[in-house]
């Protein structure tokens, strides 16, 4: 029988993330030498992601028993999709050029053939390990988790239905794409924190991110103003608005889609949360393009990243290190397949000179999908959260086909 976690209560746990997020802001904001040089090793945005699956790895917390990242990623993401998007240059953002495409093709490429070359480099180490067949063979579990690494979960649940995939495979290979999949985002959160310096090494081209960045905060600045309690109330009355409008017609079209296009789930248009995201982010968009926008003067942006910061909290718990130990083998195999999508992501960004941003975020859209390609590239600025969200709906589209095809040739590395 489990440990029953230390701390079951949602509040308790929310209280504790909340003080978590509040130290590390204080903290990062202090002019002593010592703190100064602890967040130049430690950028804040890493602390806020790992410090809260410490709770996790000791056991302090479960967050299979917790609502909070549901609550996070269903309430408070849609909500900070539409404030973010709601005030950003979107005319800039398009302008970006197509690396942000060519840098998120690379990594569903990276995904699709890394799965493969990790099972036949782990069949030459350990051929009883990855061999056989029956439902729970392990290329079929890692055939879903290709799914989830290019689109999301729902991806993920249609590649379990094709592959007649077992529930113990499955269990293995979905603690495997959450593990792996929450470490190799601390790194990306990373690469955001010093992304100065990567696109020095990566000798890129930076300048279109550059110049978004900047209308943004010259469009702020322009419109600053000492918030009043109207203008927060409307901030967060257009967010909570949105978001209950977008569960609104995912209610409708989720059982519509089901109902009349059975074959549309490998597209994810079986997923709520998919709707969820498209319907925030075509208001948002709608949004931008009327006087809201210049709400981002009164703070919006702010508002959003707080609710970003706060999803960020929640993904956290979801990293359990301890978790590695049980099926180390499985682990280090998803590891190696992590390792050849972020090689040749990095490869590409330094052929192409593409700014490390389009890097981390063409490789979050794949590989964590619309809960967390907004919040890496809102880690960059807040303005081009947006860009993250729209490569991650790419890869709702993508993902399943995707998976699939490295499915097939897993299935053969396999020998079935």
């Not at 996790?56 to 404030?83: H, N």
């Not at 989830?148 to 649940?157: D, E, F, K, V």
């Not at 590989?367 to 590239?377: D, E, H, Q, T, Y």
Request: hydrophobic fraction near 55%; charge should be neutral.
């Amino acid at each position: 029988m489990e440990n029953a976690p230390l701390i079951a209560n949602d509040a308790v746990i929310f209280g504790l993330l909340a003080l978590i997020l509040g130290l590390v802001f204080w903290t990062s904001e202090m002019t002593s030498p010592g703190w100064k040089r602890f967040y130049s090793i430690f950028p804040a945005i890493l602390l806020c992601y790992f410090l809260p699956s410490l709770l996790t790895t000791f056991g302090v917390v479960d967050p299979e028993k917790s609502q909070l990242y549901f609550v996070a990623s269903r309430y408070l993401l849609p909500a900070a999709l539409v404030i973010l998007t709601a005030v950003a240059d979107l005319p800039a953002t398009l302008r970006l050029g197509p690396k942000a495409l060519i840098m998120f093709f690379t990594g569903t490429i990276g995904v699709v053939i890394g799965g493969p070359i990790a099972l036949f480099i782990a069949k030459l180490i350990a051929p009883d390990l990855v061999t056989g067949d029956g439902p729970d063979a392990v290329w079929r579990g890692m055939a879903t988790t290709a799914g989830s690494w290019i689109g999301g979960s729902a991806n993920q649940t249609a590649l379990k239905e094709i592959y007649e995939t077992g529930p113990t495979a499955f269990s293995i290979w979905v603690a495997v794409d959450v593990i792996v999949a929450n470490i190799w985002m601390a790194v990306v959160l990373a690469f955001a924190a010093n992304s100065a310096k990567m696109d020095k090494w990566l000798k890129a081209d930076s300048s279109s991110v550059d110049e978004v960045r900047r209308a943004a905060q010259a469009y702020e600045a322009a419109h600053t103003k000492n918030p009043s309690l109207r203008d927060l109330m409307v901030i967060l009355a257009f967010a909570f608005g949105a978001m209950g409008v977008s569960h609104f017609f995912a209610d409708i079209l989720t059982p519509y889609f089901k109902e009349n296009f059975p074959g549309a789930a490998q597209f994810s248009l079986h997923s709520s949360f998919f709707w969820i995201v498209v319907v925030a982010t075509i208001i948002g968009v709608s949004l931008s393009f009327t006087p809201v926008r210049k709400l981002q003067g009164a703070g919006a942006t702010k508002i959003g990243s707080v609710l970003i910061y706060f999803l960020i909290a929640t993904v956290g718990l979801n990293m359990n290190v301890a978790a590695l130990f049980k099926t180390p083998a499985f682990f280090l195999i998803g590891a190696l397949w992590m390792a050849i999508h972020a090689t040749l992501m990095i490869g590409v960004a330094k052929l192409i000179r593409a700014p490390v941003f389009f890097l981390a975020v063409g490789s979050q859209a794949n590989i964590g999908g619309a809960a967390s390609a907004p919040v890496v590239a809102a880690a960059f600025h807040p303005s081009l959260a947006p860009v993250g969200v729209l490569l991650a709906v790419v890869g709702y589209v993508v993902g399943t086909f995707g998976g699939w095809l490295a499915g097939q040739m897993m299935r053969v590395i396999a020998g079935q």
